[in-house]
């Protein structure tokens, strides 16, 4: 599977637009790209999943280029409790199985 | 629906002593995964079920880890015998047959001194 890269670290402010971008060189033809959030004390929880071109649901939207190899996580007017940390992976096909977690992002949302 | 649970929450033992750890997993769900999660790093994916068969424990360090899901349904990790680098949280995550999103439990705290 493709090995992700993502920044360590990001701060941000109540209200403000949150964009994470993962870098995934390598990616495969049958690879989806896939968002996990981890609370502290919590397991990751599902966030969204896409294969091209922007998906989104209630909670954020992935922006996928043509190319595939880096993708952006974007999280809208972000509040305090969207601190967490975010993981960005690359999975075959659609399927749920085969995980592997990187380091994550970890975003400190300020007051 | 009931989410995935996990117990105890935490636990500290000594080091060279046994553990194990219960999952309960979202009810019809094939698939069930344990991890092991260190401070600060993401987590690695250690055994993975499907019903009552193992898919993949290519991670399980197997003289000192085993899983098992006898029924198909509630799996065990047991430690034995622990060693300090031990210390991590154990996840279980399921996942069920239309999906592609893993559900996780809160996870068991473990600490060996």
């Known amino acids: 599977l493709a090995k992700t890269t993502q920044p360590i670290s990001m701060d941000s402010y109540e209200g403000q637009e949150v964009n994470i971008t993962c870098s995934h060189n390598?990616?495969?033809?049958?690879?989806?790209i896939t968002w996990y959030q981890q609370f502290p004390s919590q397991g990751p929880r599902f966030i969204i999943q896409?294969?091209?071109t922007k998906v989104t649901n209630e909670v954020a939207s992935l922006f996928i280029p043509a190319d595939r190899k880096s993708s952006t996580l974007s999280l809208p007017r972000v509040s305090l409790s969207d601190t967490a940390v975010y993981y960005c992976?690359?999975?075959?096909?659609?399927?749920?199985?085969?995980?592997?977690f990187g380091g994550g992002t970890r975003l400190m949302v300020k007051p | 629906e009931a989410g995935v649970a996990q117990s105890p929450r935490y636990k500290i033992i000594e080091k060279r002593q046994s553990v194990a750890f219960w999952c309960n997993p979202i009810?019809?769900?094939?698939?069930l995964y344990w991890y092991q999660q260190i401070l600060g790093q993401g987590p690695k994916l250690l055994i993975q079920?499907?019903?009552?068969?193992?898919?993949?424990d290519s991670q399980l360090p197997k003289d000192r880890f085993s899983a098992e899901r006898l029924k198909g349904v509630d799996s065990t990790l047991k430690i034995q015998p622990a060693k300090l680098e031990d210390s991590a949280v154990y996840l279980c995550?399921?996942?069920?047959?239309?999906?592609?999103?893993?559900?996780f439990g809160p996870g068991t705290r473990l600490t060996v001194t």
């Open positions: 992976l690359v999975t075959f096909n659609n399927a749920g199985n085969m995980l592997t």
């Open positions: 390598n990616i495969a033809t049958n690879d989806y």
């Open positions: 896409g294969y091209k």
């Open positions: 009810s019809g769900h094939a698939t």
């Open positions: 079920f499907q019903n009552n068969g193992v898919v993949d």
């Open positions: 995550a399921s996942l069920g047959d239309s999906t592609y999103e893993q559900y």
